[in-house]
C-alpha cells in the first residue's frame, strides 16, 4: 500500500457510508430509509480512496509513469 494514508480514510468513509445504510435495512423501525444512492456513495469513496495517491507521493515513486 504505497498511500497508506488516502487508503485508509477512503476505507474509512465508505464503510462508515454502508453501514449506515446496512442498519436502516436491517432495523425494524419503519421511520428509517435505506437509501441505495449513499451505498453507491461509500463504493465510490473506497474506490478512490483505493485508486488516489498521497500528496506527497510522486507518479514515479508509485508506479503511474
Same mark, same amino acid.
Given at each position: &500500500?504505497?498511500?497508506?494514508?488516502?487508503? %485508509? @480514510?477512503? =476505507? =474509512?468513509?465508505?464503510?462508515? @457510508?454502508?453501514?449506515v445504510q446496512l442498519t436502516n435495512l436491517l432495523d425494524d423501525n419503519p421511520e428509517t &430509509? #435505506?437509501? @441505495?444512492?449513499? %451505498? #453507491?456513495?461509500?463504493?465510490?469513496?473506497?474506490?478512490?480512496? =483505493? #485508486?488516489?495517491?498521497?500528496?506527497?507521493?510522486?507518479?514515479?515513486? %508509485?508506479?503511474?509513469?
Amino acid at each position: &500500500m504505497k498511500s497508506w494514508k488516502t487508503t %485508509v @480514510l477512503g =476505507i =474509512i468513509a465508505g464503510i462508515s @457510508l454502508i453501514l449506515v445504510q446496512l442498519t436502516n435495512l436491517l432495523d425494524d423501525n419503519p421511520e428509517t &430509509m #435505506f437509501q @441505495l444512492s449513499q %451505498v #453507491f456513495a461509500g463504493l465510490a469513496a473506497l474506490g478512490i480512496g =483505493i #485508486f488516489a495517491r498521497d500528496n506527497n507521493k510522486t507518479s514515479e515513486s %508509485v508506479g503511474a509513469k
